[in-house]
């Protein structure tokens, strides 16, 4: 048992040993001025962000949390050029944000992963659509192995537990090295005791890559343990109510008193953000 456990410690420090000269380093992401509306059925207009602005270094990791539907994840899909501003501009070291791009890797809630395909060709999927698999087929098993599933590449998403399809889904998001890692809630529909365990993959490949990952979560102790800055945005018009700068110093304990100070301030501001209002009937 002890042979094994110390086998599984020294083959995860020769992958985070391991150089890949190809990754790119984190791209440096500009929010300016960002005002997206829509429109409703009923043909009045709806805004959902109201000037929001941002500046994300290159290499960070930072998480956006606020109330329900205050928009954090139509902000996370204008990063990802999925949706365009109604005013304002967004840039990514200093190119504008005009559509998708494989400098920016996503990955939503729910894997999405092929069921037809197995998990090799659903992480190779990318390198086969650009027509770059050929050079780059080593790539695939490296990331396979970068999340734990070379003993899955044969299987199918059906067969797959729900962490085991999100990690293949993180893998599919990375395979194109890409400046950006944009996460959309990737552990809400996760157990708690696979989440934890998912959050520290998370934040094991984001220190490895290197890229500049960008989270939206509904979960306080998710965005303290993970990031380095977290973004508390108001209800809707949202706006960018504060940014708190999580200085851990390396202790991520859930338990650290400074952990905690900063989870009790994210939650105090959140009360205010959500503006949570005395009924006005009693029960």
Known sequence: MVTAVLNTFIKSKQIAAKADNTVSTGGN??????VKQFTQPDGT??????????????????SFIGPSGCGKSTLLRLIAGLEKPTE???SIDGTPITKPGYDRGLVFQNPTLFSW????????????TRKIYKDNKSLVKEYLELVGLSDFEKAYPHQLSGGMAQRAAI??????????????EPLGALDAF??????DEIHRIHKEKGMTTI???????????LSDKVVVMSSRPSKVEKIIDINLFGNRERNNPEFLRLRSEILEILHFAGQVNEPDYYI
Do not use: W
């Open 29 to 34: 992401i500009k929010v300016e001025g960002v």
């Open 45 to 62: 207009l709806m805004t959902a962000l109201n000037n929001v602005d941002l500046d994300i270094e290159p290499g960070s990791f930072v």
């Open 88 to 90: 304002g501009t967004l």
């Open 117 to 128: 395909l197995n998990i090799y060709d659903n992480v190779a999927f990318s390198l086969k």
């Open 171 to 184: 893998a599919r998001a990375l395979i194109g090295h890409p400046k950006v890692l944009l996460l959309d």
């Open 194 to 199: 696979t989440r934890m365990n998912m959050q």
């Open 215 to 225: 989270m939206v979560t509904h979960d306080v102790d998710e965005a303290v343990y």
